[in-house]
């Protein structure tokens, strides 16, 4: 090889790049090449053709129809549509809580101040297990039976079996309403746009708040109406041993949820409070001065600068919701690794199953930091 030909930067970078890469593909052909040996010498069947056999077990929580004679592959995205479901609503609440946990430590009023620093040092120095397995106690142990379950209002009420709540009985209306709804939020987001639009072009503040809430709310209400007010409340009854109608969240979910929320939000309301703390004190000075009112100053001023210290590491936070939810296997929540540590005890399909938990985890993480991402882009200040 003439070495004159690495000294070109180009050259040498290509050169290392195609070593790199015949070094990792003959480091994967002698492991699969490896396990297949020892598959074989094992009688162990490889592939993922399992996924077609019923799978025999039952599964808690499911979003859609499960049963034990279903397959291991309804199973595996059975457990796959909790880890969603969990993942999302408690990214939700913890982003939510954290901005108002870190609003609260800027407070000038000193009890809200040292309460939620207080809050943020205990929860973020606690191991999340730790929390897990506390809450999953408390519902558990401290909790009372279903016959004496609390009840601090109608139709609602608080057991070692979870929580139970009213529900709005089926009715064909209830879909379009939901229909209408979605609509009116589109609507809204619309409407703050073409408002946004306008002040930055004119100056002129358009009301936006009041014509949200009824894009939001009026269509639904309209349907509603066009199928005669129809509203009938399922509401749990103490059946036995048990409660029947309404909706039941198990202790599991809820335990899951809480921890996830509480632990994650001590983080969010730190990233909150430091982005806040990066906008110059000159410009809200600078906002007062020009007669506009904390609210306007927080969401025109402060918030739009501030977000740009927020969401990257904000963006950490929720994929590390997504993957501590994982913990879920120590309450015996039904999560997607539960399911396949269950699948793999069954079928002994270990270099299968483990390969699908890994493709799976990369993807959630994969797929949510691709929004942050977006999002980021979207709010970030372009200099003129």
């Not at 020892?38 to 053709?49: D, K, P, T, V, Y």
């Not at 110059?280 to 402060?302: D, F, M, N």
């Not at 699948?343 to 270099?351: C, P, V």
């Amino acid at each position: 090889m003439n070495i004159s030909f690495l000294r070109d930067a180009r050259n040498r970078a290509i050169f290392f790049q195609v070593i790199a890469i015949a070094v990792i593909f003959f480091i994967g052909n002698f492991l699969y090449s490896n396990v297949s040996a020892n598959l074989e010498r094992q009688n162990i069947a490889s592939g993922f053709g399992f996924f077609s056999k019923e799978a025999g077990f039952e599964i808690a929580e499911s979003l859609i129809s499960y049963g034990s004679q279903d397959s291991y592959l309804k199973a595996l995205f059975v457990g796959a549509l909790n880890t969603v479901k969990v993942s999302l609503i408690g990214n939700i609440f913890a982003i939510l809580l954290g901005i108002i946990i870190g609003v609260m430590r800027l407070s000038p009023n000193w009890l809200i101040s040292k309460l939620s620093k207080g809050y943020i040092e205990i929860i973020r120095n606690i191991p999340l297990l730790l929390q897990l397995y506390f809450v999953y106690a408390i519902f558990v142990d401290v909790f009372p039976s279903v016959r004496q379950a609390l009840n601090p209002l109608y139709g609602f009420y608080f057991s070692n079996r979870g929580v139970v709540l009213p529900s709005v009985s089926d009715h064909p209306a209830n879909n379009w309403i939901i229909l209408a709804h979605l609509i009116g939020l589109v609507g809204s987001y619309f409407w703050f746009r073409k408002c946004k639009k306008i002040f930055e072009l004119t100056g002129e503040m358009k009301a936006r708040f009041f014509p949200s809430l009824l894009l939001i709310f009026i269509p639904p209400i309209l349907v509603w109406a066009g199928y005669g007010f129809p509203l009938t409340w399922d509401i749990p009854q103490l059946t036995g041993f048990n409660f029947s109608g309404g909706i039941t969240i198990s202790p599991e979910f809820s335990s899951l949820l809480v921890g996830l929320v509480l632990y994650t939000s001590a983080f969010n309301a730190e990233i909150v409070r430091s982005g806040i703390n990066s906008v110059k004190k000159g410009q809200v000075e600078a906002a007062k001065a020009l007669g506009l009112k904390p609210r306007l100053t927080l969401s025109l001023i402060v918030l739009p600068q501030a977000l740009r210290v927020i969401i990257p590491p904000l963006t950490s936070q929720v994929l590390n919701l997504t993957k501590n939810s994982s913990l879920a296997v120590a309450i015996a929540y039904p999560d997607f690794l539960n399911v396949s540590n269950t699948a793999l005890n069954q079928t002994g399909q270990a270099i299968e199953i483990i390969s699908l938990v890994i493709i799976v985890y990369l993807s959630f993480s994969l797929i949510s930091s691709l929004f942050m991402n977006w999002y980021n882009k979207k709010v970030a200040l372009v200099e003129r």
